[in-house]
């Protein structure tokens, strides 16, 4: 996934033995699905991807434990903020391992005052593994957490499975589901996520390449939540608690094309 690598807003620093520190604004490694489409299996985010931080700012260092485990920690400004707007810091220390036949497995921690002000710490645990089943893939992808506010603890969790088949060397097809559950964010400080307790959908899709870097995607998803959070005839107040929609999608990688262009005998 996209959350895995650098930003061209980062700077990079290798130290002894394969250490290296990172400092900037770089994508955030909360969750599975990367902020770029080139680099995910589906057109749309899961709802785990859209409401998990797209980008952290501050310094990381990772360093190698072992041939295939690397161990990275940092402290950041939060969720999504390039200038932190509250007393604390935001901590992390995760994890990445891959397994000789290709299976990949991510655990993280990551914590800290999130939000304007005098806010609580929230606490967040993250944990996904991307398995090659034959010649398909298999992710599995669960997050949970919690803040202690005035009013108790607001709580919530997240999971999402997703399965991607090669047709043939061109051809993908792949169908995902996931939900996300919050509960306990009735005060002043309002909802972590959305405004509902409950929130689910599934995708199908079919996968395209053109060529090298060039992608069309078409995909059928559904949502649904226990709450009015869809837009129908009114575009102002949301009356449905849930939507259908049907999405036709061409994306293009120009480092993947110029690294086809380069690799070509000329």
């Known amino acids: 996934p996209a959350s895995s690598s650098c930003s061209p807003e980062t700077l990079t620093a290798t130290l002894a033995r394969g250490v290296t520190l990172d400092a900037g604004v770089f994508l955030s490694p909360v969750g599975f699905d990367g902020a770029a489409a080139k680099d995910n299996r589906f057109w749309s985010l899961s709802n785990l991807g859209v409401g998990l931080p797209f980008y952290l700012t501050g310094v990381r260092v990772a360093a190698p434990l072992g041939e295939n485990t690397t161990l990275t920690g940092g402290v950041f400004n939060g969720w999504n903020r390039i200038f932190d707007d509250n007393e604390g810091k935001t901590v992390g220390l995760w994890v990445d391992h891959q397994l000789p036949e290709g299976a990949r497995l991510h655990a993280l921690y990551i914590g800290g005052a999130d939000g304007a002000g005098d806010r609580p710490w929230r606490h967040t645990v993250d944990l996904w593994a991307d398995l090659p089943v034959g010649p398909a893939s298999l992710l599995i992808a669960g997050t949970a957490g919690q803040e202690r506010r005035e009013g108790g603890p607001a709580r919530f969790a997240a999971a999402q499975l997703a399965v991607n088949v090669p047709v043939t060397e061109s051809w993908g097809l792949g169908a995902r589901g996931d939900v996300f559950y919050e509960v306990g964010s009735d005060d002043a400080l309002g909802a972590i996520f959305w405004p509902t307790s409950l929130l689910g959908e599934v995708?199908?899709?079919?996968?395209?390449?053109?060529?090298?870097?060039?992608?069309?995607?078409?995909?059928a998803r559904h949502d649904r939540a226990v709450d009015p959070v869809f837009f129908a005839d009114d575009p102002v107040s949301p009356t449905e608690t849930q939507q259908t929609t049907f999405t036709l999608g061409?994306?293009?990688?120009?480092?993947?094309i110029a690294r086809q262009a380069l690799s070509e005998p000329q």
């Open 250 to 256: 061409l994306s293009s990688s120009f480092e993947a």
């Open 203 to 219: 995708t199908v899709g079919a996968t395209h390449q053109l060529a090298p870097g060039v992608i069309v995607r078409l995909e």
